[in-house]
């Protein structure tokens, strides 16, 4: 069942109608994102203490590698991100990376289920006008869901759409986590494209303490 108000996902499938996996679906030219993040003043304003550095980046690419220690502002970032591009009329999604890889595992478990093909998570990633992922690198890293993210950023560097990520690590200590999962040939390319992205490390305070 899908949305009566989807202006552009065919064959999303709706557990109920106007919902997305139990969360209710604001993909009216806005994409699959919580009301939280629209609502919740908290995410109109971001801060830390490079922020020039970071909004001059965005401007220019409309997209960055934000990595940087827990609890220093990067889902909040990534919130605030969402908050701009969604008064531009912008279709988001936005996802911790650890909730991608549970949905991958249960969409392959539906179609084998039911035989019905569902519409890709990956597809929708691929095709959304932003895509914010958050905490890359501390998922439970497989081959299939690097095989997938390679897809997803390969598609995105190639046709220039605004990607945003958050990570615990630079480049080069994603590049080790990922290599002990998947091995050097893959990681490298995996890393490789969201570094065109353009890595800038967040400082401040953590906000965790």
């Not at 001059?56 to 590698?65: D, P, T």
């Not at 615990?168 to 995996?190: D, H």
């Amino acid at each position: 069942m899908t949305c009566k108000e989807c202006k552009g996902i065919k064959g999303c499938p709706m557990p109920l109608q106007g919902y997305y996996n139990g969360i209710r679906c604001r993909y009216n030219l806005r994409g699959y994102m919580n009301d939280d993040i629209i609502t919740q003043e908290r995410y109109k304003e971001f801060s830390c203490d490079n922020r020039d550095e970071i909004i001059k980046h965005i401007n220019a690419k409309n997209s960055i590698y934000l990595w940087g220690k827990y609890g220093i502002g990067k889902s909040h970032f990534l919130k605030w991100a969402a908050n701009k591009y969604n008064l531009q009329g912008k279709s988001i999604y936005y996802s911790l990376v650890a909730e991608i890889n549970r949905k991958l595992r249960k969409e392959i478990q539906f179609s084998k289920a039911t035989g019905e093909v569902m519409r890709s998570e990956i597809d929708k990633m691929k095709d959304i006008n932003v895509l914010l992922l958050d905490d890359l690198g501390n998922e439970k890293m497989t081959e299939f869901i690097a095989e997938a993210m390679q897809v997803v950023i390969d598609h995105r560097y190639t046709h220039k759409k605004p990607t945003f990520i958050s990570s615990n690590y630079s480049i080069a200590e994603l590049f080790k986590v990922y290599e002990k999962a998947i091995g050097t040939v893959k990681a490298g390319q995996l890393v490789r494209r969201i570094k065109v992205f353009g890595a800038i490390e967040i400082l401040g305070n953590n906000w965790g303490i």
